[in-house]
Structure formats: C-alpha cells, structure tokens
T-cell receptor, first 112, second 115 residues
Framework: TQLLEQSPQFLSIQEGENLTVYCNSSSVFSSLQWYRQEPGEGPVLLVTVVTGGEVKKLKRLTFQFGDARKDSSLHITAAQPGDTGLYLCAGEGETSGSRLTFGEGTQLTVNP | NAGVTQTPKFQVLKTGQSMTLQCAQDMNHEYMSWYRQDPGMGLRLIHYSVGAGITDQGEVPNGYNVSRSTTEDFPLRLLSAAPSQTSVYFC??????????????FGNGTRLTVT
C-alpha cells in the first residue's frame, strides 16, 4: 500500500502570511494532484503535476513535484481568508493501476 | 450541468439496517468511484467502475456492494450497517481511468451515522 503523508495536519495563520504544505511518500508516483475541499462539499481539483521537478503556479498558489516524484509541496503567498479549507494531495501510483492514493489532508485556516 | 449528484445528504441508520447511497452523473463519464472520508485518514477508495457492467474493489470494499447498470448511475449498497461504517461518503466520476489526464469530479457527499 502506498502512503502519502501530509504536513502539517492543521495550520492557522493570519491574512497576508505565507505558508507551505508538504506531501511526502517513500513511493514513486506517476502523477500527483492537489485538491481543495470546503465544508459540506466534495474536493475540487487545483492542479496535476506529472514531471519530476515540475512547478505550476495558480495565482498565489505554487505547486512543486519533487525531482524523484516522491513528494510535492504547495506554497501559498499572502494567504487570504478565502484560502481556508482542507487541502488534499493524491498520488497516482506507478503500480496501483492508476488508482489514486490520498493524503490525510491539511486543514488551513486563514484569519482576517 | 448538475455534475455529480449524491442522495441523501444525511442518513442515520441502526446497526444491521441496509440502505443504498445514490450517485448520478450527467457528464457521460465512463469512470465512477466511491470513497469514504474519515478524520485523519484522507479519502479511501471503496469500489470503482470503468464502465457500465464493470465494477472492481478498491482499498476498503468489505461491507459494501456496487453495480453499474447504466453509465449515469453508480449506487453503493450497505447490506448490514455497522458503526464502523459511520463516515462521509463521496462519489466521483471522470472521463477516463487515468487521473493525470482526466480529473475526478466529486459529489457533495453523504454523511452517514450508524448507531
């Protein structure tokens, strides 16, 4: 079973601060996705990274896939209260038949 | 488009009761799946289907049955509910079976409590 560990599990910051969320594994992934989930709703895809070392930017969010494709990070610049939510990473294993393995999630709260 | 629709939104069952969680999508997606979400454990795959008439087990299939008679619908059945099945259940669909090229679209979940 492939495991994805996210850290931190909880993060509470003030508006305007920067933050980084990490997603780590000992397994290699073909691709990795980041989702954001708000209370009472299902996760919504933010980005997919497929190449080792790849960096993608989505406005104030920067996503990076590790060179060895075992880890990823999500960096948010100048966080806003609208960024509050549960951030989930999900990896597509090389040997799991394209099924996704989800991390436990990082609950982010941005206080005004 | 409604996307992925799950019903009911909330359900309380007694131990041993049975029920069906409904999931329908209107995007003509071939791939559909069921996940459960528990605190501190992320989303775990229960069952999935790559097309009508085809289903397969995921990571945690015990206690759950599925069928896929049409492209649009993918119901999840609990035959004899147990307290360990208390969870939030999400149905998801995608155009194909390859996550990197076909992102999952999730419903808004069914919150199930088994007493």
């Amino acid at each position: 079973t492939q495991l994805l560990e996210q850290s931190p599990q909880f993060l509470s910051i003030q508006e305007g601060e920067n933050l980084t969320v990490y997603c780590n594994s000992s397994s290699v992934f073909s691709s990795l996705q980041w989702y954001r989930q708000e209370p009472g709703e299902g996760p919504v895809l933010l980005v997919t990274v497929v190449t080792g070392g790849e960096v993608k930017k989505l406005k104030r969010l920067t996503f990076q896939f590790g060179d060895a494709r075992k880890d990823s990070s999500l960096h948010i610049t100048a966080a806003q209260p609208g960024d509050t939510g549960l951030y989930l990473c999900a990896g597509e294993g090389e040997t799991s038949g394209s099924r996704l393995t989800f991390g436990e999630g990082t609950q982010l709260t941005v206080n005004p | 488009n409604a996307g992925v629709t799950q019903t009911p939104k909330f359900q309380v069952l007694k131990t041993g009761q049975s029920m069906t969680l409904q999931c329908a999508q209107d995007m003509n997606h071939e791939y559909m799946s069921w996940y459960r979400q528990d605190p501190g454990m992320g989303l775990r795959l229960i069952h999935y289907s790559v097309g009508a008439g085809i289903t397969d087990q995921g990571e945690v299939p015990n206690g759950y049955n599925v069928s896929r008679s049409t492209t649009e619908d993918f119901p999840l059945r609990l035959l004899s509910a147990a307290p360990s099945q208390t969870s939030v259940y999400f149905c998801a669909s995608s155009y194909s079976f390859h996550p990197a090229y076909s992102p999952l679209h999730f419903g808004n979940g069914t919150r199930l409590t088994v007493t």
